[in-house]
């Protein structure tokens, strides 16, 4: 069992007896989360890892189902200019699951992605709780 | 004393508006989100509040998973701005965990409290009452 398999299993089984993913979104949420690790050299716990894992596999489950997930705000764009970098891992990852997928997946979830690893960016930047870079903690 | 505990985005941010609107008359701490939401279910805190930024269900999901359904209320979601009179409608009939995104936390969390407090005094006065 590889790291995010352990980091994550007590989550995702959870998700899974409550319906709220299935097992093949698990399945691509997990190869996501080992490539963000590989790319970006970050091994993700939970602080760290547990929004961007949760929201992985819930937005799969809804894409399998064939569900429209919800668009994104203006305002999370403005703020991703400052996160190039991440930008881009998101777009090649989102690329990867619509190849693993055989699906298109909404331009938007780049986006969604790309703030979780901005943020999670920033954690480990900051060494302190995860911030959400769109939502500045002391406003 | 009223126990909330928050989960997910944001944390610092809501736990100090909860805080300061609620006073000496609520207890608030953070915790990830499966610590949270058990602590819920076995009665170690009253209320679970959970930010997310995605609108995919994240500020919830653990919520959901351990309380089930019919414990949790999605108080706000991307392009869709609270409710106070809902907000009140839930804390009355009784809801626990709370999710709202990251965006609506200024507007979203003095509502809460509002209605978690009225709920709590009204509460008291029937119990005063009878």
């Known amino acids: ?139 | 004393m009223i126990r909330i505990v928050v989960s997910g985005l944001c944390t610092n941010e809501i736990c100090r508006l909860a805080s300061g609107l609620g006073g000496e008359r609520v207890s608030v701490h953070e915790a990830i989100d499966i610590t949270g939401a058990t602590e819920v279910s076995q009665g170690r805190a009253d209320y679970y509040f959970g930010a997310c930024a995605t609108g995919a269900g994240g500020a919830l999901a653990m919520a959901i998973a351990i309380l089930g359904y019919d414990r949790c209320f999605t108080a706000s979601m991307i392009g869709s701005v609270p409710k106070e009179a809902e907000i009140q409608a839930a804390v009355a009939s009784g809801k626990l965990a709370f999710g709202f995104t990251v965006d609506h936390i200024d507007s979203t969390v003095p509502m809460l409290i509002t209605a978690i407090l009225a709920h709590h005094r009204e509460a008291g006065n029937r119990e005063q009452g009878s």
């Open chain 1, 1 to 139: 069992m590889s790291n995010v398999e352990q980091v994550f299993q007590a989550r995702f089984e959870l998700l899974l007896s409550s319906g709220l993913v299935s097992q093949s979104s698990i399945s691509a949420a997990l190869d996501t989360l080992r490539q963000v690790e590989r790319k970006t050299g970050i091994d993700l716990d939970e602080g760290l890892g547990a929004p961007l894992a949760t929201h992985l596999a819930m937005a799969l489950k809804r894409l399998e189902q064939g569900e429209v997930l919800q668009p994104a705000p203006g305002v999370l764009w403005q703020e991703l200019q400052g996160y190039p970098a991440q930008l881009e891992l998101a777009k090649s990852l989102i690329a990867g699951l619509e190849q693993r997928l055989g699906m298109m997946i909404p331009p938007d979830e780049a986006g969604f992605v790309a703030l979780h690893l901005a943020r999670i960016a920033l954690a480990v930047e900051n060494r302190t709780e995860p911030a959400n870079p769109s939502i500045p903690e002391d406003r």
